[in-house]
């Protein structure tokens, strides 16, 4: 299995992107998606996430900007960012939890996609 991050780069305070990160291989079936951000010096926090059913969950920091979405079909979630600010710079990780016959139920990670917002 493998989950491939894109869509990162660099925007002003007030721009908008998209993130996308796609799962790859023998899936058979995925759980709830997320995404993470860690900037430099900090830990690793969690930004939104989204259950199979489309119950969404977003940080307070994010709130009213950030939106996750989910296409099951391609085993696919996004993450669509308005109105940013520079303290949303950091690596973006996508995390989805994943049933293979191989491994059953666990945890995956992409490998980050860097987002940098500043003027």
């Known amino acids: 299995v493998q989950l491939q991050a894109s869509g990162g780069g660099l925007v002003q305070p007030g721009g908008s992107l998209r993130l996308s990160c796609a799962g790859s291989g023998p899936i058979n079936s995925i759980n709830t998606w997320a995404w993470y951000r860690q900037a430099p010096g900090k830990q690793r926090e969690l930004v939104a996430d989204i259950t199979w059913g489309g119950s969404t969950n977003y940080s307070a920091s994010v709130k009213g900007r950030f939106t996750i979405s989910r296409d099951n079909a391609k085993n696919t979630v996004y993450l669509q960012m308005n109105s940013l600010k520079p303290e949303d710079t950091a690596v973006y990780y996508c995390?989805?939890?994943?049933?293979?016959?191989?491994?059953?139920?666990?945890?995956?990670w992409g490998q980050g996609t860097q987002v940098t917002v500043s003027s």
């Open positions: 995390n989805a939890e994943i049933y293979t016959s191989l491994t059953g139920w666990r945890y995956w």
